[in-house]
């Protein structure tokens, strides 16, 4: 029964119908769990704190099968001939089976002697998810910014959010070396590894920069890589998850359409 002071509204976006019930509830982690026990492929979220009554200010997103549809690392290395194994220890990474820094060590050595200009040819295969472009407009919209953190590449992922107008990116970066005057793979990525942890301080310091407080940021994303920055959110999103990460967010969403994400930040 809904309480006499509870304020419901109703309404159609192109994701399907938005229902919002302000109310309030002594067990809110408690009223979660036993909404998605029924939900079934309903995404539904009980948002607490600062979010229950204000706009998100900034969303941050995972890359590889979040903000896009396609694994970066699995399309290198089907050029270069080893996808399937990379893509089963992609998939035991994301599972949370495989220490992300290892395994993305072990995926990147056998990406050696690829030719860098293959950046070119992977770049315009990275397909974006149903309502990635529709979900960066409507946050724009609403005054949010919009930036990606991935344990992908930079090389990748740059072009990328420069195409969105995405406000900030953060991704991992491919060394290469001169070989024959051809600019080539070395195989080793250099500098901080985009780990689990440096998600969370992205987040951070991507709110920090712009005086945002943590409290009214979403974090949105598939793996294991992505829960450091579901505990840095002020509220987190699993989109199309592995089983730990949809466990670990605030709201699962299960259908493939990224602007469902409005619906709970805005």
């Known amino acids: 029964m809904v309480p006499p002071t509870a304020r419901a509204t109703s309404e159609e976006t192109p994701y ?12 809110p982690d408690l009223l979660r769990t036993a909404l998605r026990a029924v939900a079934g492929n309903v995404a539904v979220a009980v948002v607490t704190g600062p979010l229950a009554g204000t706009p998100a200010r900034l969303i941050l997103m995972d890359v590889d099968s979040t903000l896009t549809t396609t694994e970066a690392v699995d399309l290198l290395a089907e050029h270069a001939g080893v ?17 992300f820094g290892a395994s993305l060590a072990e995926r990147v050595a056998t990406l050696r002697g690829l030719p860098a200009s293959i950046f070119d040819q992977v770049g315009p295969a990275m397909t974006l998810s149903p309502g990635a472009a529709e979900l960066v407009a409507e946050a724009k919209a609403a005054g949010a910014l919009v930036g990606v ?3 992908g590449f930079v090389q990748l992922v740059e072009p990328l959010a420069q195409r969105l107008g995405l406000d900030f990116f953060n991704a991992n970066v491919l060394e290469t070396e001169l070989l024959d005057d051809t600019e080539v793979l070395t195989g080793r990525v250099v500098g901080q590894v985009v780990d689990r942890d440096q ?17 009214l940021t979403v974090a949105v994303g598939d793996g294991a890589n992505d829960l450091g920055m579901f505990d840095a959110a002020g509220l987190s999103v699993a989109y199309c998850a592995k089983p730990v990460t949809a466990a670990a967010a605030d709201v699962a969403l299960s259908f493939p359409r990224l602007d469902a994400v409005a619906a709970f930040a805005f």
């Open 83 to 99: 996808g399937l194994k990379v893509a089963e220890i992609t998939e035991r990474a994301m599972r949370g089976e495989l220490d």
């Open 199 to 215: 998600k969370a301080r992205d987040l951070l310091r991507f709110a920090h920069d712009n005086g945002i407080d943590p409290a």
């Open 16 to 27: 399907g119908r938005r229902i919002t019930l302000l109310t309030e509830h002594p067990e």
């Open 149 to 151: 953190t991935s344990g």
